[in-house]
T-cell receptor, first 114, second 109 residues
């Protein structure tokens, strides 16, 4: 079946421009997570959505980062006024949202800010 | 402070060797994941466990809840096992995941 889909797979943008990254979770998955992975680093939590609850935004590194999830399905991560330190692979993951639900990752969007 | 610590950070093994990767965590958890990330590739979940031991092919994962420790074992390692292995825990106070920084495994033919 279809897994977690992310688009674009690669994005090159100029410093100062805004970018939008998209995540299509597995159908029926109520939990959706955004992470990023900088070169040679571990996974860094950004934001978590669970059903209709208010999202956990505690991992967003600055107010230039925002995310929304429309209709409990597709999510968009927006980075405004991109900086070079934003360059990373942005990963989306989803799960059924229950305590023992496996986590499924997308293939990520590689963002390069020049 | 890292909620999840993995060791070793890097590991090189000869084909056929038995490999162990360790994960210790400091938070209360409901479950622990072992993830595999191939170079340039996505991340796949190998195991999710909350107690005891699970086996899948040449991979074995164990967890000791009291000691807050898990191990991933690879028997008869093969070059295709070369990847980054990541330990992730889900807290028992919510649905938050914490990740280790990963163990980079290289298996030499």
């Amino acid at each position: 079946g279809a897994g977690v889909s992310q688009s674009p797979s690669n994005k090159v943008t100029e410093k100062g421009k805004d970018v939008e990254l998209r995540c299509d979770p597995i159908s029926g998955h109520t939990a959706l997570y955004w992470y990023r992975q900088s070169l040679g680093q571990g996974l860094e939590f950004l934001i978590y959505f669970q059903g209709n609850s208010a999202p956990d935004k505690s991992g967003l590194p600055s107010d230039r980062f925002s995310a929304e999830r429309t209709g409990g399905s597709v999510s968009t991560l927006t980075i405004q006024r991109t900086q070079q330190e934003d360059s990373a692979v942005y990963l989306c993951a989803s799960s059924l949202g229950q305590r023992y639900s496996p986590l499924h990752f997308g293939n990520g969007t590689r963002l390069t800010v020049t | 402070k890292n909620e999840v610590e993995q060791s070793p950070q890097n590991l090189t093994a000869q084909e056929g060797e038995f490999i162990t990767i360790n994960c210790s965590y400091s938070v209360g958890i409901s479950a622990l994941h072992w993830l595999q990330q191939h170079p340039g590739g996505g991340i796949v979940s190998l195991f999710m466990l909350s107690s005891g031991k699970k086996k899948h092919g040449r991979l074995i994962a164990t967890i000791n809840i009291q000691e807050k420790h898990s191990s991933l074992h690879i028997t008869a390692s093969h070059p295709r096992d070369s990847a980054v292995y990541i330990c992730a825990v889900i807290t028992n106070t919510g649905n938050q995941f914490y990740f280790g920084t990963g163990t980079s495994l290289t298996v030499i033919p």
